[in-house]
Nanobody, 121 residues
């Protein structure tokens, strides 16, 4: 089993920054990838970024390229999502997930409870 706990969400004005953290515990080594997904109001859950525990295999959705940075700290079993130049359309519940390297949410077996990010205009 794997447990994931997100933190760092909140309310920020457009143009501002937030850093999300996802602390993992349990048998995380059985699944090599960590992903950040988000689900906005009335929208489907979508991929934001993916990284392997080794720090490689990084992927970003086009909507966040150049603004968001994903990183991992294997020693702390923690993954981060640095979000800069935030826009109102980034408003969503952000989830971290553990699974196979993929952009599909169906390839992720373990999920955190989510953290709300709200960007005001």
């Amino acid at each position: 089993q794997v447990q994931l706990v997100e933190s760092g969400g909140g309310l920020v004005q457009a143009g501002g920054s937030l850093r999300l953290s996802c602390a993992a515990s349990g048998r995380t080594f059985t699944r090599p990838a960590m992903g950040w997904f988000r689900q906005g109001p009335g929208k489907e859950r979508e991929i934001v970024a993916v990284i392997s525990w080794s720090g490689g295999n990084i992927y970003y959705a086009d909507s966040v390229k150049g603004r968001f940075t994903i990183s991992s700290d294997g020693a702390k079993s923690t993954v981060y999502l640095q979000m800069n130049s935030l826009k109102p359309e980034d408003t969503a519940v952000y989830y971290c997930a553990n699974g196979r390297p993929s952009t599909s949410l169906y390839d992720y077996d373990y999920w955190g409870q989510g953290t709300q990010v709200t960007v005001s205009s």
